[in-house]
T-cell receptor, first 116, second 112 residues
């Protein structure tokens, strides 16, 4: 069974801390994505990557960075966590190009981050 | 502008009812479409793909109207376990290779 694994299910961090959210997929997918999901706002794309060491900004990249050193791993970094970054963070992966748009995304189980 | 619009609901229906959700999209170049299901505090999971005019899978039917740019999801004989949020998803062909655009979801609550 294909999987996208996020390292933590629940996380509590203090304001100003540097936070790393890890995501690993075992499907040999080229594309990986980071979303956050908030009530009433739906899924919002933060960053995505379609190759190792490649990254592109999504709709809300401010306050975040990403790292893709290996194909299977995509990390989301909160440089200095703030309370407005309290959210559910979802990682997803897909095939490259039209494959990804034709077969959909597979999501990890999410990390619920609380910044206090 | 890329947009996917859904009625947020909630739709409250009794067991056994038939319920339909609609979704409109603005990107007319889209070729394939999806419905995802998301349970409370869980990740979205692919429910159905729609590549041509429609798709049927058991009690679930998805239909596509390209001329009017809307997609619908019909659930027949609703079960308690169908209670969830249903996300309409549309490809956006732009940028380096495009992305999937997710609607905000329609919440369904099936009551005994």
């Amino acid at each position: 069974d294909v999987k996208v694994t996020q390292s933590s299910r629940y996380l509590v961090k203090r304001t100003g801390e540097k936070v790393f959210l890890e995501c690993v997929q075992d499907m040999d997918h080229e594309n990986m994505f980071w979303y956050r999901q908030d009530p009433g706002l739906g899924l919002r794309l933060i960053y995505f990557s379609y190759d190792v060491k490649m990254k592109e900004k999504g709709d809300i990249p401010e306050g975040y960075s990403v790292s893709r050193e290996k194909k299977e791993r995509f990390s989301l970094i909160l440089e200095s966590a703030s309370t407005n970054q309290t959210s559910m963070y979802l990682c997803a992966s897909s095939l490259f190009g039209t494959g990804g748009l034709s077969y959909g995304y597979t999501f990890g189980s999410g990390t619920r981050l609380t910044v206090v | 502008r890329k947009e996917v619009e859904q009625d947020p609901g909630p739709f409250n229906v009794p067991e056994g009812a038939t319920v339909a959700f609609n979704c409109t999209y603005s990107n007319s170049a889209s070729q394939s479409f999806f419905w995802y299901r998301q349970d409370c505090r869980k990740e979205p999971k692919l429910l159905m793909s729609v590549y041509s005019s429609g798709n049927e899978d058991g009690r679930f039917t998805a239909q596509l109207n390209r001329a009017s740019q809307y997609i619908s999801l019909l659930i027949r004989d609703s079960k308690l376990s169908d209670s969830a949020t249903y996300l309409c998803v549309v490809p956006f062909y732009g940028g380096s290779q495009g992305n999937l655009i997710f609607g905000k979801g329609t919440k369904l609550s099936v009551k005994p």
